[in-house]
């Protein structure tokens, strides 16, 4: 979790998620968009996408909601 994030209410960290969704649907298009008094443009695309995954997980995780866990398996071999 960023640390940041335990500063906001649960509150302020739905109205943080609407923003930066706003931005993304804006970026999409190829439009600007300012938040949190950033301006945001196309290039900023990966970023929005880690932000809006960063604050949803920490509001699962607020939520008591458990998210999946990605196992790789390791295929021994026998020589």
Same mark, same amino acid.
């Given at each position: 979790?960023?640390? +940041?994030?335990? *500063?906001? =209410? &649960? %509150? %302020? ?11 993304? =649907? *804006? ?5 600007? +968009? #300012?938040?949190?008094g950033r301006e945001v443009v196309r290039a900023d ?5 880690? =932000?809006?995954?960063?604050? *949803? $997980?920490?509001? &699962? /995780? /607020? $939520?008591?909601?458990? #998210?999946?866990?990605?196992? %790789?398996?390791?295929?021994? $071999?026998?020589?």
């Amino acid at each position: 979790m960023s640390e +940041y994030l335990a *500063a906001y =209410t &649960d %509150e %302020e960290l739905e109205e943080q998620i609407r923003f930066w969704k706003e931005a993304l =649907t *804006a970026v999409s298009l190829g439009k600007s +968009y #300012t938040v949190a008094g950033r301006e945001v443009v196309r290039a900023d695309l990966p970023e929005i996408k880690k =932000t809006l995954a960063e604050m *949803a $997980r920490e509001r &699962d /995780r /607020r $939520r008591g909601v458990e #998210t999946p866990r990605v196992c %790789e398996p390791i295929i021994g $071999r026998v020589f």
